[in-house]
């Protein structure tokens, strides 16, 4: 049973491998994030302002990962253009854009009085 485990976590960690190293919107993200935790500690931010950010980092991460899943899937579907493929692509980013920009809001509620 721990190997079925072990070859799960090998699996997650070769698709983040993956991810970081194909995919540019990880790398933005990545880079936003690291950022945010050096304008967390520059800035003195509490504790439960700390763990808000590293909280949408996560999220962040993990809603970006579901979008490369499904764009990669949907790719192996059928490359050509489908309505069907393009409007679950789009529905797809449209959830991390969404999320990017409550994300923004929320950063900005906590840096701007700060900075100000």
Known sequence: MLKRHTIS?????????????????????????????????????????FLLII?????????????????????AIDRKIREDIKIAKDVAAAAMLIYAVGSFIIVCFIFIPKII
């Open 55 to 75: 909280f949408l980092i996560t999220v962040g991460l993990v809603i970006e990962t579901l979008n490369t899943g499904l764009e990669q899937t949907t790719d």
């Open 9 to 49: 976590v090998k699996h997650a960690y070769d698709g983040l491998i993956w991810a970081l190293k194909t995919q540019p919107n990880y790398k933005v993200h990545i880079t936003l994030s690291l950022l945010a935790v050096i304008a967390g500690i520059w800035f003195k931010i509490s504790y439960f302002e």
